[in-house]
């Protein structure tokens, strides 16, 4: 198991995300983490951007077809 060159503060700003909305996320996926600065997993790093990239995904697909979430979430970027 190795080490990504990446904690979450870095994740924010390749993403332009706040850090509290990156560390909500390693809560959602139970990704233990000491601080903001503690370089990650490198599973849980692409764990986390994957999720990011996802909602982003969503997201575009959402405002092409002129759809808000079913469910009501609150997604990363608003």
Not at 23 to 30: P, T, W
Not at 38 to 47: G, Q
Request: charged share 25%; with cysteine; proline share 3%.
């Amino acid at each position: 198991m190795g080490f990504a060159d990446l904690s979450i503060a870095d994740i924010a700003a390749e993403y332009d995300l706040p850090v509290a909305q990156v560390c909500y996320l390693h809560e959602q996926l139970a990704i233990a983490y000491k601080t903001q600065e503690t370089n990650l997993i490198l599973e849980d790093a692409k764990a986390i951007i994957s999720k990011i990239l996802s909602e982003r995904q969503g997201s575009a697909t959402l405002s092409e077809e002129g759809l808000k979430s079913p469910d009501g979430r609150q997604h990363l970027w608003e």
